[in-house]
Protein backbone atom coordinates (compact mmCIF):
# COMPACT_ATOMS: atom_id res chain seq x y z
CA UNK A 1 0.00 0.00 0.00
CA UNK A 2 1.29 3.64 -0.80
CA UNK A 3 2.08 5.60 2.44
CA UNK A 4 -0.06 7.68 3.18
CA UNK A 5 0.15 11.49 4.33
CA UNK A 6 -1.70 11.51 7.19
CA UNK A 7 -3.53 8.44 9.37
CA UNK A 8 -6.62 9.25 11.03
CA UNK A 9 -7.52 6.99 14.53
CA UNK A 10 -11.02 6.75 16.26
CA UNK A 11 -10.13 7.16 19.56
CA UNK A 12 -12.05 4.72 22.30
CA UNK A 13 -12.12 0.78 21.48
CA UNK A 14 -9.21 1.81 18.97
CA UNK A 15 -6.29 3.16 21.14
CA UNK A 16 -7.83 2.94 24.36
CA UNK A 17 -11.05 0.95 25.88
CA UNK A 18 -12.49 0.98 29.04
CA UNK A 19 -10.87 -1.25 31.98
CA UNK A 20 -14.07 -3.80 32.38
CA UNK A 21 -17.35 -2.48 30.89
CA UNK A 22 -19.19 0.88 31.02
CA UNK A 23 -21.69 -1.19 33.71
CA UNK A 24 -19.10 -1.70 36.06
CA UNK A 25 -18.15 2.24 36.59
CA UNK A 26 -21.38 2.67 36.57
CA UNK A 27 -22.54 -0.17 39.00
CA UNK A 28 -19.95 1.05 41.33
CA UNK A 29 -20.02 5.01 41.63
CA UNK A 30 -23.59 4.31 42.37
CA UNK A 31 -22.86 1.84 45.14
CA UNK A 32 -20.99 4.63 46.38
CA UNK A 33 -24.14 6.57 46.77
CA UNK A 34 -25.95 3.69 48.55
CA UNK A 35 -27.97 2.23 44.65
CA UNK A 36 -26.56 -1.74 44.43
CA UNK A 37 -27.57 -2.41 40.63
CA UNK A 38 -25.85 -5.38 38.67
CA UNK A 39 -23.45 -4.34 36.41
CA UNK A 40 -24.24 -6.76 33.60
CA UNK A 41 -28.08 -4.94 33.71
CA UNK A 42 -26.14 -1.23 33.42
CA UNK A 43 -24.56 -2.70 30.32
CA UNK A 44 -27.60 -3.63 28.77
CA UNK A 45 -29.53 -0.55 29.79
CA UNK A 46 -26.45 1.48 28.60
CA UNK A 47 -26.41 0.09 24.97
CA UNK A 48 -29.97 0.85 24.69
CA UNK A 49 -29.62 4.38 25.79
CA UNK A 50 -26.28 5.42 24.16
CA UNK A 51 -28.03 3.84 20.41
CA UNK A 52 -31.04 5.52 20.82
CA UNK A 53 -29.34 9.11 21.57
CA UNK A 54 -29.03 11.79 19.07
CA UNK A 55 -25.80 11.98 17.66
CA UNK A 56 -23.02 13.66 20.08
CA UNK A 57 -23.03 16.52 17.61
CA UNK A 58 -24.10 20.37 18.14
CA UNK A 59 -24.37 21.78 15.00
CA UNK A 60 -24.64 25.58 14.77
CA UNK A 61 -24.01 26.45 18.29
CA UNK A 62 -22.13 28.93 20.34
CA UNK A 63 -18.50 27.35 21.03
CA UNK A 64 -18.78 28.54 24.58
CA UNK A 65 -21.97 26.09 25.37
CA UNK A 66 -20.38 22.99 23.96
CA UNK A 67 -19.46 21.96 27.49
CA UNK A 68 -22.83 22.57 28.75
CA UNK A 69 -23.95 20.34 26.28
CA UNK A 70 -21.98 17.76 26.12
CA UNK A 71 -22.35 17.53 30.17
CA UNK A 72 -26.31 17.51 29.48
CA UNK A 73 -26.24 15.23 26.77
CA UNK A 74 -23.97 12.16 29.19
CA UNK A 75 -26.50 13.09 32.00
CA UNK A 76 -29.25 12.02 30.04
CA UNK A 77 -27.61 8.76 28.65
CA UNK A 78 -27.34 8.30 32.04
CA UNK A 79 -30.49 8.68 33.75
CA UNK A 80 -32.13 6.61 31.36
CA UNK A 81 -29.77 3.72 32.12
CA UNK A 82 -30.89 4.12 35.66
CA UNK A 83 -34.56 4.02 34.75
CA UNK A 84 -34.70 1.71 32.34
CA UNK A 85 -33.09 -0.79 35.42
CA UNK A 86 -35.69 0.42 37.47
CA UNK A 87 -33.65 2.28 40.66
CA UNK A 88 -33.84 5.63 39.47
CA UNK A 89 -36.10 6.61 42.55
CA UNK A 90 -33.26 5.22 44.62
CA UNK A 91 -30.85 7.98 44.51
CA UNK A 92 -31.33 10.94 47.18
CA UNK A 93 -28.72 12.99 44.66
CA UNK A 94 -28.41 12.18 41.40
CA UNK A 95 -26.90 15.24 40.25
CA UNK A 96 -24.14 14.55 42.23
CA UNK A 97 -23.70 11.11 41.95
CA UNK A 98 -23.77 12.13 37.95
CA UNK A 99 -21.29 15.10 38.05
CA UNK A 100 -18.92 12.16 39.68
CA UNK A 101 -19.56 9.95 37.19
CA UNK A 102 -18.82 12.70 34.52
CA UNK A 103 -15.33 13.12 35.98
CA UNK A 104 -14.78 9.83 36.45
CA UNK A 105 -14.35 8.95 32.72
CA UNK A 106 -12.47 12.47 32.41
CA UNK A 107 -9.48 10.57 35.04
CA UNK A 108 -7.19 7.94 33.80
CA UNK A 109 -8.61 5.19 36.06
CA UNK A 110 -11.18 3.76 33.63
CA UNK A 111 -8.79 3.69 31.16
CA UNK A 112 -6.34 1.42 29.69
CA UNK A 113 -4.06 1.89 26.36
CA UNK A 114 -3.99 -1.23 24.09
CA UNK A 115 -0.75 -3.24 24.04
CA UNK A 116 -0.16 -2.90 20.38
CA UNK A 117 -0.56 1.16 19.82
CA UNK A 118 2.54 2.95 21.38
CA UNK A 119 4.73 0.84 19.03
CA UNK A 120 2.60 1.05 16.09
CA UNK A 121 2.18 5.30 16.65
CA UNK A 122 5.94 5.35 17.02
CA UNK A 123 6.48 3.36 13.65
CA UNK A 124 4.03 5.62 12.04
CA UNK A 125 5.58 9.00 13.22
CA UNK A 126 9.26 7.83 12.39
CA UNK A 127 8.10 7.17 8.58
CA UNK A 128 6.89 11.01 8.80
CA UNK A 129 3.23 9.96 8.62
CA UNK A 130 1.09 12.63 10.20
CA UNK A 131 -1.13 11.06 12.91
CA UNK A 132 -4.98 12.74 13.95
CA UNK A 133 -7.62 11.92 16.37
CA UNK A 134 -11.36 11.67 14.72
CA UNK A 135 -13.83 10.53 17.40
CA UNK A 136 -17.24 10.84 18.47
CA UNK A 137 -16.43 12.02 21.69
CA UNK A 138 -16.37 14.65 23.79
CA UNK A 139 -13.83 17.22 25.05
CA UNK A 140 -12.52 15.11 28.02
CA UNK A 141 -10.50 13.26 24.76
CA UNK A 142 -7.77 16.06 25.36
CA UNK A 143 -7.44 15.30 29.29
CA UNK A 144 -7.72 11.62 28.38
CA UNK A 145 -4.79 11.42 25.56
CA UNK A 146 -2.24 13.75 28.15
CA UNK A 147 -3.28 11.09 30.88
CA UNK A 148 -2.32 7.90 28.58
CA UNK A 149 0.59 9.40 27.38
CA UNK A 150 -0.87 9.82 24.12
CA UNK A 151 -1.08 13.81 23.39
CA UNK A 152 2.37 14.13 21.89
CA UNK A 153 1.67 11.67 18.42
CA UNK A 154 -1.22 13.33 17.22
CA UNK A 155 -0.87 16.73 15.41
CA UNK A 156 -4.69 16.96 14.99
CA UNK A 157 -8.05 16.28 17.19
CA UNK A 158 -11.35 16.63 15.73
CA UNK A 159 -14.26 15.24 17.98
CA UNK A 160 -18.03 15.44 16.79
CA UNK A 161 -19.15 17.43 19.76
CA UNK A 162 -17.58 20.51 18.70
CA UNK A 163 -17.50 19.74 14.67
CA UNK A 164 -21.09 19.81 14.78
CA UNK A 165 -21.67 16.25 13.32
CA UNK A 166 -20.69 12.81 13.93
CA UNK A 167 -19.45 9.51 12.37
CA UNK A 168 -20.07 8.83 9.86
CA UNK A 169 -21.38 11.38 8.66
CA UNK A 170 -18.74 12.65 5.70
CA UNK A 171 -18.25 16.55 7.20
CA UNK A 172 -16.15 15.16 10.00
CA UNK A 173 -13.90 13.51 8.22
CA UNK A 174 -13.87 16.58 5.57
CA UNK A 175 -13.12 18.99 8.86
CA UNK A 176 -10.30 16.57 9.69
CA UNK A 177 -9.01 16.80 6.60
CA UNK A 178 -8.43 20.41 6.39
CA UNK A 179 -6.34 20.44 9.30
CA UNK A 180 -3.87 18.47 7.49
CA UNK A 181 -4.72 20.39 4.41
CA UNK A 182 -4.52 16.44 2.85
CA UNK A 183 -6.82 14.68 0.02
CA UNK A 184 -8.81 12.04 0.73
CA UNK A 185 -7.16 9.36 -1.10
CA UNK A 186 -4.11 10.35 1.02
CA UNK A 187 -5.51 9.60 4.02
CA UNK A 188 -6.14 6.89 6.02
CA UNK A 189 -8.38 6.45 8.85
CA UNK A 190 -8.77 3.46 11.22
CA UNK A 191 -11.07 2.39 13.66
CA UNK A 192 -13.21 -0.40 15.60
CA UNK A 193 -16.73 0.80 13.73
CA UNK A 194 -18.02 -0.59 10.70
CA UNK A 195 -20.78 1.56 10.35
CA UNK A 196 -18.43 5.06 12.10
CA UNK A 197 -15.20 4.32 11.36
CA UNK A 198 -15.23 1.71 7.77
CA UNK A 199 -18.57 3.10 5.89
CA UNK A 200 -18.09 6.71 7.08
CA UNK A 201 -14.37 7.23 5.67
CA UNK A 202 -14.76 5.15 2.48
CA UNK A 203 -18.21 7.36 1.85
CA UNK A 204 -15.88 10.68 2.54
CA UNK A 205 -13.34 8.93 0.12
CA UNK A 206 -10.57 8.01 2.73
CA UNK A 207 -8.85 4.93 2.94
CA UNK A 208 -10.43 3.26 5.60
CA UNK A 209 -9.12 -0.29 7.75
CA UNK A 210 -11.76 -1.95 10.14
CA UNK A 211 -9.45 -2.46 12.90
CA UNK A 212 -9.35 -5.69 14.60
CA UNK A 213 -10.38 -5.35 18.56
CA UNK A 214 -12.95 -8.43 18.77
CA UNK A 215 -11.26 -11.66 17.47
CA UNK A 216 -14.60 -13.42 17.37
CA UNK A 217 -15.70 -11.12 14.41
CA UNK A 218 -12.28 -11.72 12.69
CA UNK A 219 -13.80 -14.80 11.52
CA UNK A 220 -16.43 -13.46 9.81
CA UNK A 221 -15.08 -10.25 8.25
CA UNK A 222 -12.65 -10.62 6.03
CA UNK A 223 -11.76 -6.43 6.38
CA UNK A 224 -11.03 -6.22 9.58
CA UNK A 225 -6.89 -5.94 10.39
CA UNK A 226 -4.99 -5.81 13.26
CA UNK A 227 -2.60 -2.94 13.75
CA UNK A 228 0.68 -4.75 13.01
CA UNK A 229 -0.95 -5.88 9.64
CA UNK A 230 -0.75 -1.93 8.72
CA UNK A 231 2.55 -1.30 9.45
Known sequence: MKQPKVIFFDAVNTLFGI?????????????????????????????????????????NVDPLQVLDLEFQWWYEIAYQTFSQVGVIEKFTDFDAFFAQLYNCFAQVTPWFVYSDVFSTLEYWQKQGIELGIISNFDSRIYEVLDLLGLSDFFSSITISSSTGAAK????????????????????????????????????????????ERNRVEREFNNTIFSLEELL
Open 19 to 59: RGTVGDVYSAIAAQFGVEVASQLLDKAFFLSFKNAPPLAFP
Open 168 to 211: PNPQIFAVALDKHDCLPHQAWHIGDSFKEDYEGAKSAGINAFLL
